[in-house]
């Protein structure tokens, strides 16, 4: 039975919603961060820390309605292997971005700062590059393995816990996921990234993702 139209913006909506606030509270807890610490390092934990838990949160909540992609790689993976209509992944990956936008936004006014500008923060080398098809690879394989296993009970707090530690061991704090990319454009703090920044990234994402699907594939044949 063909999904409902009804069905369809409820699902949309729950994309945009759940990439609004977790991109909210990335920006939100770097801004944070850097206004209770001068120290990166500390900032960097309390970045990470707020974004494990709220991803976790967001995942279990809005899953059940939309499936919680929040990230147009996984849309796309779920389209290349037929988990996901070509309509639905239409429809999700401008909410997706959207939402991004909207949340980088609320986050700079919540911190009275100017709600709509631009970040100045250059990301790209050939490390952070590398960084972003490792984070990105690893978050699609964690998902991937896990759903072929008949554990997608679990993916919430494996995803949470996979992009946690990522901000850690990655040279570009692990964003591996273009809707989130673009979003960070829109706030000049410590999470932010400058434009010309983004098309390399996304690109290396895009690269991490088919990675991923490789690594899916591999370890799950027979």
């Not at 609004?20 to 500390?42: E, I, K, P, R």
């Not at 974004?51 to 389209?79: E, K, R």
């Not at 037929?82 to 971005?97: C, S």
């Not at 936008?101 to 490390?127: C, E, K, W, Y």
Request: hydrophobic letters at 55%; glycine letters at 14%.
């Amino acid at each position: 039975m063909a999904e409902s139209s009804s069905t369809l913006v409820g699902k949309v909506g729950a994309e945009f919603f759940g990439t609004a606030a977790l991109v909210c509270v990335v920006v939100g807890s770097g801004v944070m961060g850097t206004n209770l610490s001068n120290d990166a390092g500390v900032a960097l934990i309390i970045n990470a820390f707020s974004t494990i838990f709220a991803l976790a949160l967001l995942i279990l909540t809005l899953g059940p309605i939309s499936g919680a992609h929040f990230n147009p790689v996984v849309s796309l993976w779920l389209l290349t292997t037929r988990q996901l209509t070509l309509r639905n992944t239409l429809a999700y990956i401008p909410a997706q971005v959207g939402g991004a936008i909207a949340g980088a936004i609320l986050a700079n006014a919540m911190f009275d700062l100017p709600a709509i500008q631009f970040s100045t923060h250059a990301r790209v080398s050939t490390g952070t590059l590398i960084g972003e098809v490792l984070a990105t690879a690893g978050l699609i394989a964690v998902i991937g393995i896990l759903g072929q296993r008949g554990q997608g009970h679990l993916i919430a707090v494996a995803v949470a816990a996979w992009v946690g530690s990522a901000y850690f061991f990655t040279s570009s704090t692990s964003f591996a996921n273009p809707a989130v990319t673009i979003g960070r454009i829109f706030s000049n703090t410590f999470a932010g990234i400058e434009g010309g920044s983004v098309l390399p990234f996304i690109g290396a994402q895009l690269v991490g993702a088919a990675l991923g699907l490789l690594i899916v594939k591999g370890v799950t044949r027979g």
